[in-house]
């Protein structure tokens, strides 16, 4: 029976004829950075009346756990011979569809007026280009991933088989 396109653990190639054909971690831009750093200065405004050197190790406490959430929730979208891995879902190649790619307005109207209730997310709101794939599982109520991208004619031509 083919495998469904539901949440499944990330998987690793596991053989050695499943190459890697598009592979991108969905990291966090510069600004976003930039805002950790504003949300954890704020602990030297509240624990600066105690003492600065609390202040700053709070705001330095502060900024390492916000740092650590950022890295293990960046998803990774990953395109192998076999396989279509979009954050934690996973689904074969031959029960994926057509994909394509949106950028600008077009890509607003994909997450937005234009959005199926019933499609799986992987969207950073960082990233403004989005891809849209569709799924051909019968079984399978998804009727399409839409994922952010910062490479979408990459992703679309390695899942169009370009």
């Known amino acids: 029976m083919p495998e469904s396109s539901a949440a499944?653990?990330?998987?690793?190639?596991?053989?050695?004829?499943?190459?890697?054909?598009?592979?991108?971690?969905?990291?966090?831009?510069?600004?976003?950075?930039?805002?950790?750093?504003?949300?954890?200065?704020?602990?030297?405004?509240?624990f600066a009346p105690i003492s600065l050197a609390a202040g700053f190790t709070a705001a330095a406490v502060l900024f390492a756990i916000e740092a650590v959430l950022l890295v293990l929730s960046t998803p990774s979208v990953t395109v192998t011979t076999?396989?279509?891995?979009?954050?934690?879902?996973?689904?074969?190649r031959g029960l994926v569809g057509g994909a394509a790619a949106y950028r600008g307005k077009e890509a607003t109207a994909e997450r937005g007026t234009r959005l199926n209730g019933l499609a799986y997310l992987c969207i950073r709101g960082w990233i403004d280009p989005?891809?849209?794939?569709?799924?051909?599982?019968?079984?399978?109520?998804?009727?399409?991933?839409?994922?952010?991208t910062r490479r979408p004619e990459e992703l679309v031509a390695a899942l169009n088989g370009a």
């Open 82 to 92: 076999r396989t279509l891995q979009v954050g934690r879902a996973s689904i074969e």
């Open 130 to 148: 989005v891809v849209r794939i569709e799924i051909a599982d019968p079984s399978d109520p998804t009727p399409y991933w839409l994922t952010s």
């Open 8 to 46: 499944v653990p990330a998987r690793t190639p596991s053989s050695p004829d499943e190459t890697v054909v598009f592979s991108e971690k969905l990291w966090p831009g510069a600004w976003i950075w930039v805002v950790a750093v504003g949300i954890a200065s704020a602990g030297i405004l509240v």
